[in-house]
């Protein structure tokens, strides 16, 4: 069975910035709820309209097959005040080159409000995004 061995995430601010002191958490989670990949970090200032990508470091080999029912979670914890509008595109690499993505489109996370999509379509509280992850058929 092919384990996971990296895992990419790209960010697409909209027309609402992110402050440089908004902290985000990215968390992925296998169909058994175990953390296969994390990251957490400032990461400064996203302008609207612009572009940012970055690694998850891997915390467990999870297997594809349950990935394929995991999720993914995007939390932000601002420093005060903050709406981030965003795009957010997943891309899970295995061990033999097989891939796993998600994304989402116009998620918007805001400091004292919650309206964010989550997995069945039921809303999401404590400023998280989460998103069922998808098969991507490429090799």
């Not at 990949?37 to 349950?66: K, W």
């Not at 069945?120 to 991507?136: N, S």
Request: with cysteine.
């Amino acid at each position: 069975m092919p384990t996971l061995k990296n895992s990419r995430i790209r960010f697409h601010t909209n027309n609402e910035d992110k402050d440089h002191d908004s902290h985000v958490t990215v968390t992925v989670r296998d169909g058994h709820g175990r953390i296969a990949a994390r990251i957490d970090h400032d990461f400064g200032h996203f302008d609207d309209h612009t572009d940012f990508e970055t690694n998850l470091p891997i915390r467990n080999q999870s297997e594809a097959a349950v990935l394929q029912t995991g999720t993914v979670t995007i939390r932000i914890d601002p420093n005060g005040r903050d709406t981030w509008k965003f795009n957010f595109d997943l891309d899970l690499v295995f061990s033999d080159n097989s891939r796993l993505g998600g994304g989402a489109g116009r998620a918007i996370v805001k400091s004292k409000q919650q309206r964010d999509y989550g997995r069945a379509g039921r809303y999401l509280t404590d400023k998280v995004v989460e998103q069922h992850l998808r098969r991507i058929f490429c090799k």
